[in-house]
């Protein structure tokens, strides 16, 4: 499986931003993936994740409510869309595909990453 993500860039505070991640290849043993995020000096943070068969969500608590998590079936696209973004959203966000479908929301759980796209909030 291959993943590729884009859209990041900078947003002011309380602005919007659209990520998008390209899936190919054996995506059909891969049935969930998962947004993930980094800030500098950080750990790694999931963000989000949704299953490709039925579509169900989970998202963490920081971004509940604020950032939703779609899927394109027919184009093998994820996207993440951020909503009412906060100077702390500010990391690298990272698609990723596990063979899991429950839990998974543990970095460990995924073994395909795409490279990283930039996302900045100024406040």
């Known amino acids: 499986v291959q993943l590729q993500a884009s859209g990041g860039g900078l947003a002011q505070a309380g602005g919007s931003l659209r990520l998008s991640c390209a899936a190919s290849g054996s995506t059909l043993s891969r049935p969930t993936v998962g947004w993930w995020r980094q800030a500098p000096g950080k750990e790694r943070e999931f963000v989000a994740r949704i299953r490709w068969g039925d579509g169900i969500t989970v998202y963490a608590d920081s971004v509940r409510g604020r950032f939703t998590i779609s899927r394109d079936n027919t184009k093998n696209m994820v996207y993440l869309q951020m909503n009412s973004l906060k100077a702390e959203d500010t990391a690298v966000y990272y698609c990723?595909?596990?063979?899991?479908?429950?839990?998974?929301?543990?970095?460990?759980?995924?073994?395909?990453w795409g490279q990283g796209t930039q996302v900045t909030v100024s406040s």
């Open positions: 990723a595909a596990t063979r899991y479908s429950f839990g998974t929301i543990f970095s460990s759980q995924y073994d395909y």
